[in-house]
């Protein structure tokens, strides 16, 4: 199958493809818990796919379906921007965007990685957040309460407490 006709199934999404769209770049209908509508293209995967080469490289492969399943918990998540480059690029969200590590070419394994969380495996319990404990500086994520907590390789993945 050609990467202009790739059809995902699963969390909650269609078969509809990019002929429907008449794009040239794949469509993935991706549904939140609102039944609101989220497209992702290739440009959307491969992003994806940079920020969990550089979040991830080195953590094992449920961790890259971890960080890969924040991304799209927060597209869904009202308390977030509504687009995977909005999500990815809001202030200081990512480490690798702000210190420039994102400009990285992922491999394979991050793209599958990618794919298996757009197919609903989300290893985080719909985290929001994670940070690897022994290298964050950013102190708010070491002192904010939180919930439904897993640590995953290096990483510990969260919700915050309201």
Same mark, same amino acid.
């Given at each position: 199958?050609?990467?202009?006709?790739?059809?995902?199934?699963?969390?909650?999404?269609?078969?509809?493809?990019?002929?429907?769209?008449?794009?040239?770049?794949?469509?993935?209908?991706?549904?939140?818990?609102?039944? &609101?509508?989220?497209?992702?293209?290739?440009?959307?995967?491969?992003?994806?796919?940079?920020?969990?080469?550089?979040?991830?490289?080195?953590?094992?492969?449920?961790?890259?379906?971890?960080?890969?399943?924040?991304?799209?918990? &927060?597209?869904?998540?009202?308390?977030?921007?509504?687009?995977?480059?909005?999500?990815?690029?809001?202030?200081?969200?990512?480490?690798?965007?702000?210190?420039?590590?994102?400009?990285?070419?992922?491999?394979?394994?991050? &793209?599958?990685?990618?794919? @298996?969380?757009?197919?609903?495996?989300?290893?985080? +319990?719909?985290?929001?957040?994670?940070?690897?404990?022994?290298?964050?500086?950013? +102190?708010?994520?070491?002192?904010? @309460?939180?919930?439904?907590?897993?640590?995953?390789?290096?990483?510990?993945?969260?919700?915050?407490?309201?």
């Amino acid at each position: 199958m050609s990467e202009n006709n790739i059809k995902f199934y699963g969390r909650g999404m269609t078969n509809e493809s990019s002929e429907l769209y008449h794009e040239k770049e794949a469509v993935v209908e991706v549904f939140n818990y609102q039944n &609101r509508h989220l497209y992702l293209t290739d440009n959307d995967i491969y992003l994806m796919s940079q920020v969990v080469f550089a979040e991830s490289h080195g953590e094992p492969y449920e961790g890259k379906v971890a960080v890969a399943s924040v991304i799209l918990n &927060r597209v869904t998540n009202p308390s977030f921007p509504n687009s995977i480059e909005k999500v990815i690029k809001q202030k200081n969200a990512f480490s690798c965007v702000k210190d420039g590590a994102i400009h990285v070419t992922p491999d394979a394994e991050c &793209r599958s990685a990618v794919i @298996d969380a757009i197919k609903g495996n989300d290893p985080t +319990s719909d985290a929001l957040f994670f940070y690897n404990p022994q290298t964050s500086t950013c +102190s708010w994520m070491k002192q904010i @309460d939180k919930k439904n907590m897993k640590t995953i390789g290096k990483h510990v993945f969260f919700q915050t407490k309201k």
